[in-house]
């Protein structure tokens, strides 16, 4: 609820002062698991991402039900019984890409620091970035792994066999100058 | 006749497993929703819809989370990047919009709109971030 008011009043203070953030829109993320059974991939294209260049620091926030599977069946299960999204509807990443204001034009490696929340668990999240930084554009792409239980989303034991205990995530957030 | 009844036995046995096995691929593969084929849960205007998200989002989601949604609204912005449309709908006064993410297979019409147009759109919605999201939006006219 804290990191709800935070990301609020980080979105209102955007509205208030427009310029030094790049945002997206339509961000993208997926999710891949691999296990014995079968491969499970899921995408979601409308991620929104905001980087404050004054102070580097970026929020994130995905809707749940945005993310697509191939099959209907897998994304019913993963709403419904496994990240239980129409009670918690938002996954929200909150963190600092350090040394940004050290970065030139050239893509490079930047480490991001911050807090992720799925499930309505939050958790600490260090992960590497590649990341191009030019006068109207920032990306920022990478991929980091995440244990299903350390979000308290538990899986029965009849499927442990189809999901994988630890999901790779990975995202392209392709930023632009806000203005409105 | 102890034979006889074993055979039917056997073979009713077969036929539920059969039936078994067919109705679990049934339901393994039901295919997703298909925007262009549903009637819509709901008819609405595109500034109408923002309001209710903005007002109470808990209660809009309960509403129209994974919803067929058929929207009005002007065209407020275009956007296109790789192969992606997306349509946004909003008067200018409002802060957000309606993002229509459109359906790929739709790509074709995109060509021919304008900012500023009217347009009535059919997606599911998703959710609100900064805007409401539909996603595989089909453009009705």
């Known amino acids: 609820m804290k990191l709800h008011i935070l990301l609020f009043s980080f979105l209102f203070t955007i509205v208030v002062s427009g310029q030094e953030r790049f945002l997206t829109k339509q961000g993208y993320t997926s999710f891949f698991s691999s296990a014995p059974v079968e491969d499970i991939k899921a995408d979601n294209n409308q991620v929104l991402s905001i980087i404050d260049t004054s102070t580097g620091t970026i929020a994130i926030a995905i809707l749940m039900k945005s993310f697509m599977f191939e099959k209907s069946l897998m994304q019913e299960h993963f709403n419904e019984n496994y990240v239980e999204s129409d009670k918690y509807p938002k996954a929200k990443f909150k963190g600092q890409i350090l040394n940004f204001n050290s970065l030139d034009q050239n893509e490079q490696e930047v480490t991001i620091d911050g807090n992720i929340t799925i499930h309505g668990v939050t958790q600490k999240l260090e992960t590497l970035a590649k990341i191009t930084r030019t006068t109207d554009h920032i990306s920022v792409q990478g991929s980091f792994p995440l244990k299903i239980a350390d979000f308290n989303i538990k899986i029965p034991s009849v499927v442990v066999n189809n999901i994988a205990e630890i999901v790779e995530v990975s995202f392209a957030l392709d930023h632009k100058p806000y203005k409105k | ?141």
């Open chain 2, 1 to 141: 006749m102890i034979r006889k009844t074993k055979i039917i036995l056997i073979n009713a046995v077969l036929i539920i497993i059969l039936a078994v096995i067919f109705i679990s691929v049934t339901v393994f593969n039901k295919p997703h929703t298909d925007v262009s084929e549903n009637t819509p849960n709901f008819y609405l205007e595109a500034t109408n819809v923002l309001e209710e998200f903005q007002d109470n989002e808990t209660q809009a989601n309960t509403k129209y989370l994974e919803q067929v949604l058929q929207i009005t609204g002007t065209i407020s912005e275009l956007n296109i990047t790789d192969e992606k449309g997306v349509i946004s709908l909003s008067d200018n006064d409002s802060f957000g919009s309606v993002m229509c993410h459109i359906d790929a297979k739709e790509n074709s019409k995109l060509t021919t709109l304008k900012v500023g147009q009217m347009i009535t759109i059919k997606g599911i919605c998703t959710g609100y971030l900064m805007d409401v999201v539909l996603v595989k939006c089909i453009i009705l006219n």
